[in-house]
């Protein structure tokens, strides 16, 4: 189980490296506004134009620079997730594939409900993170739905964006905005958040048993199986 939660700890690492710095951006982005605005009003400045240009300008970098903040955020939400969702399934498939002929793939639900079983759900630490967690890619993925109105239940404070220019808290803001591919205000996921993911992951890792045991027929009631292989 070390080597999944140093697959864990390297993106951990690799969201903090790839942070996007909001100054660095904003001095990039205005350095090339001097240069197209040097060269449109060359010999002929219209301060008052050029005012409301640059005023103009800035909010859309504000916004964009906003945007690209909140993709890498929910970018590395998604892999959080999908790393350590392919690392379970595949683990346990291969465990059961030693003795058994587990027919087509192992789905995750099926692993769950398996670990469920022979492990007790109460000693498997950090789960009810983790269907959180899968809830909420479900809705940066695809937007409001089923799993959005489920996570709305959990977490309702996600669908209440701040937003400085208008007062917006009381409202779902996914459902302005319908998706965060839209607007990053979608949904209101700090950053903190990416951290208690990570650690309900070392604390699923943590938990899981060394040696497992069971039976046929707990295989047979969870997976599809031919002949012992």
Known sequence: MKSFQRNNDNIRKLFEDTSIDKEVLLNKYREELKDELNESFAGHLDYENLMDI?????????DLINQAIALHKFQYLIILC??????????????IKYSYKVEGHAEYGEIINFLKDIVREE???????????????NVIKHG????????????PDYFHSEY??????????????DSIYISPL????????????????????????????????IIEKHFKIGDLS
Request: aromatic share 16%; hydrophobic share 35%.
């Open 123 to 137: 000693n498997i630490r950090g789960l009810d993170k983790l269907t959180e967690l899968r809830k909420l890619i």
């Open 54 to 62: 640059e005023f103009e300008k800035n909010q859309e970098f504000y």
């Open 82 to 95: 999908q790393t350590w969702e392919n690392q379970l399934v595949s683990f346990i498939t291969k465990e």
């Open 186 to 217: 979608a949904l209101n996921v700090k950053n903190e958040e990416f951290y208690q993911y990570y650690n309900a992951i070392n604390e699923f890792w943590d938990s899981f048993p060394e040696r497992v045991y069971y039976d046929y027929d």
């Open 144 to 155: 409001d739905g089923r799993a959005a109105n489920a996570l709305r239940k959990k977490r």
């Open 164 to 177: 400085e220019m208008l007062d917006i808290s009381h409202l779902d803001s996914l459902k302005i905005w």
